[in-house]
């Protein structure tokens, strides 16, 4: 796993503590520190000499690391990582960066898949349900119909092939299920989304609110833009912690793209609900926000791993992408 220890708010202190979380915490994971050596070093120390094989260092293009970090350090060092997913040195990209930056690495530096024009952060949050697929939470902020309409198919192809849902339910979120609600882009797109086929034999549900992505019970799968869904997933984020919500109990375990179960690797709902996936570029890229802990570091990591020993994102692809064998798949 390529880890961006330029990004977030804390970086590098709180990723090498994710990062030193993860190693211990799965003695079958390999990492690759990107960014200032001496942080690299700092999880090596920490390390007994017979992990220490499983680390390895690669310096950002940056010049000296100082605290006041600008933008163009976080995208050296995401862009560093992705492009050692895109040579082959490692099988996954996890930052805790500037999104932007990061989407427009992987983007240029993995490929679009075709169709897709914008890749979407999704997230996956906890309701009284089980889980609850939401996307875009931070990628697109002004999205046409047809983008929302390639995240409804990205969100159904997650639920299916990661969750194991047959026939997930598909909702756009909105002010209220009355038609007409909503801006001009929450009324249009209706019409589009009912027409869509949809991966996993799902099915567009119509208008959802607010509170049912708590309760779940409307959805598997709810599609937003990025303003909305960043601002929903922050707020839910504070209040399940400061409730002390727990990750419900079906996150346990997870659906193998070849239909068997997998409690696997210590992927869980838990470490979802701490991270966002980007779907819709050719390698896997998990993205934690600024504010993330050591833990939720190591919960990124622990995703990451998990898709990519479960081949998930290339299994989401092919539900996506034309069936032409000149057409690039996502890689792992």
């Not at 299920?177 to 801006?183: A, L, N, P, S």
């Not at 929450?186 to 996993?200: F, H, K």
């Not at 208008?207 to 779940?216: F, I, M, Q, Y």
């Not at 375990?253 to 996936?277: F, L, M, S, T, W």
Request: proline share 6%; with cysteine; net charge negative.
């Amino acid at each position: 796993m390529a880890v961006d220890l330029l990004g977030g708010d804390q970086a590098p202190a709180v990723v090498v503590d994710g990062a030193l979380r993860a190693c211990q915490a799965d003695p079958t994971l390999q990492l690759l520190l990107v960014g200032p050596v001496e942080a690299a070093d700092a999880v090596l120390a920490a390390l007994g000499p017979g992990d220490r094989t499983r680390v390895r260092a690669v310096a950002a293009p940056t010049g000296p690391y100082v605290d006041e970090r600008d933008v163009s350090s976080v995208e050296s060092g995401v862009r560093t990582a992705v492009l050692a997913v895109a040579q082959g040195l490692a099988d996954a990209v996890l930052s805790a960066g500037n999104t932007g930056a990061t989407v427009t690495s992987a983007a240029l530096g993995l490929g679009r898949w075709p169709g897709v024009r914008r890749p979407a952060l999704t997230a996956v949050l906890p309701s009284a349900a089980g889980r609850l697929v939401l996307l875009d939470v931070g990628s697109s902020v002004d999205p046409d119909e047809a983008t929302l309409a390639m995240h409804a198919r990205l969100g159904a192809a997650y639920a299916s092939t990661v969750h194991g849902i047959a026939a997930p339910r598909v909702g756009l979120l909105t002010i209220g299920t009355e038609r007409g609600k909503g801006d001009r882009l929450r009324r249009a797109a209706p019409a589009v989304l009912a027409g869509l086929e949809l991966p996993g034999a799902g099915r567009y549900v119509g208008l959802v609110e607010g509170n049912d992505v708590v309760t779940g019970g409307a959805a598997d799968v709810i599609v937003t833009d990025g303003f909305t869904g960043n601002v929903l997933l922050k707020g839910l984020e504070t209040a399940y912690a400061l409730l002390g919500t727990p990750t419900p109990e079906p996150a346990r375990q997870d659906a193998r793209p070849d239909g068997r179960r997998d409690a696997g690797h210590g992927n869980g709902g838990a470490d979802e609900a701490r991270a966002a996936v980007l779907l819709g570029v050719g390698g896997t890229v998990v993205v934690c926000h600024g504010a993330a802990s050591g833990a939720d570091i190591a919960a990124g990591i622990g995703l990451a791993a998990s898709l990519h020993r479960r081949a998930a994102v290339p299994a989401i692809a092919d539900l996506i992408t034309d069936p032409d064998p000149q057409s690039p798949r996502g890689g792992s």
